[in-house]
């Protein structure tokens, strides 16, 4: 005999269960859990930075720097110029006059010397005045030479330091608008060189090949400074035409031996200079005498300084220089140059900023510069005399050249 059982319906099968859940029972889940293990959750612990966040003395997570951003110069010279020109000028570093200056004194240095191997010696005015038309064209040319070095590492300065808000690294000048803006100046640099002699303008264009071959040596060698030197050296051997004078015979080796003393000065700066690059250098892989040779910076730069002062003393020896010379020009650059050698920290960056701008004034301009406009004076006031002082200075002893051995040269 079958039993038939009633039909449950999904409704009250619900209701069963829902009345099972609420019941209480000793074999419940939550009377279990005093017998079982625990779940894995009971045994999470807190990460360091929710720590962190809870506890009143725990100390906070460190957070990033902000990042910087360009602001316009709200002071000083550049904070005069519309803003729509401050790119341009900052491009050519106008407020930072120190490399213009660096240019500029081969020039004065060779004008001054010239002057004095003239027959009759040349007239204080036209040494002004050459002085004055080199003053300008460094000031172009030093500009011009900062646009094509930027447009160069515009890849490469946006990752360092000093220079990743110059205006082509930040984007304030295409490189189209660079390479506008270069012409220019070299337009204008053309300008001011046509003043001169003819054999001043032969001899100043190869310059230009050197300026802008310098910016890729630093992808090429370890020695770029060399390079820089050839070019910022240049005025060196311009201001012996530019008074009139060939460059041959005894004025060519005056002429090389002051050239030569200037490259030697200008690898000595720039190894100040670099130093404060140096960390930035070897990250973006980029080559100098410092990142190759920065334990032993101060030997090297002591080793120029003696090239330079003894090949300096060379180029008065064999243009007939007097006691003038050598006690300011050849005794200040070696007092000054030791002293600096001996006091530069390179490891501080303001520091190095300090004496590349201190080597323009005190070697460059007041000890070699003054020694020559001296040694000017000495000469065209006749202080000198024929014999001299001491043996030295003497017109008798000087590399004159006068309009007669021109003629003669001509007819050779």
């Known amino acids: 005999m079958a039993i038939r059982l009633p039909r449950l319906g999904s409704g009250v099968v619900g209701q069963a269960a829902y009345r099972m859940g609420r019941m209480p029972s000793r074999f419940s889940p939550r009377n279990l859990t005093a017998i079982t293990r625990s779940p894995p959750i009971l045994h999470y612990k807190p990460t360091p930075t929710f720590i962190s966040r809870i506890s009143t003395t725990s100390t906070p997570p460190t957070s990033r720097p902000p990042l910087e951003i360009y602001e316009p110069p709200k002071s000083g010279l550049l904070s005069y110029f519309p ?33 004095t191997l003239t027959d009759p010696t040349t007239p204080l005015p036209t040494v002004l005045g050459t002085t004055l038309l080199f003053a300008t064209g460094a000031l172009i040319m030093r500009g011009a030479g900062c646009t094509i070095n930027d447009l160069l590492d515009r890849n490469i300065d946006p990752h360092v330091s000093r ?58 060698t370890h020695y770029p400074q060399f390079v820089l030197g050839l070019a910022f050296s240049w005025g060196a051997l311009l201001g012996f035409p530019a008074v009139g004078l060939g460059l041959d015979g005894l004025v060519m080796a005056t002429a090389a031996c002051l050239y030569g003393s200037n490259v030697a000065w200008t690898v000595l700066y720039d190894i100040i200079y670099a130093h404060q690059d140096v960390k930035d250098d070897v990250k973006a892989g980029v080559k100098s005498i410092v990142v190759k040779h920065e334990a032993h910076a101060k030997y090297i730069m002591s080793a120029l300084g003696v090239a330079q002062v003894g090949l300096l003393a060379g180029a008065g020896a064999v243009s007939g220089c007097g006691p003038v010379f050598y006690l300011v020009s050849c005794g200040g650059a070696a007092g000054s140059l030791a002293y600096m050698i001996r006091k530069v920290n390179l490891k501080d960056v303001k520091e190095c900023w300090y004496y590349f701008k201190w080597c323009a004034w005190a070697v460059g301009f007041f000890a070699i510069g003054g020694g020559l406009f001296g040694e000017y004076i000495a000469v065209r006031s006749g202080l000198y005399g024929e014999e001299g002082l001491w043996g030295l200075g003497g017109r008798r002893r000087r590399a004159l050249q006068s309009a007669e051995n021109k003629d003669e040269r001509i007819v050779s």
Do not use: N
């Not at 900052?90 to 060779?110: A, H, M, N, Q, V």
């Open 163 to 220: 220079t990743r808000f110059r205006p082509i690294a930040r984007g304030a000048i295409t490189p189209f608008h660079a390479l506008a803006f270069t012409s220019a100046q070299l337009l204008a640099g053309l300008a001011v060189l046509v003043q001169f002699p003819v054999e001043t303008i032969i001899w100043g264009i190869p310059s230009l090949t050197v300026v802008a071959v310098y910016p890729l040596m630093k992808r090429a």
């Open 83 to 115: 803003r729509k020109a401050i790119p341009y000028v900052e491009l050519i570093r106008l407020d930072k006059p120190t490399g213009t200056i660096y240019l500029f004194l081969p020039c004065l240095w060779s004008t001054l010397l010239a002057g």
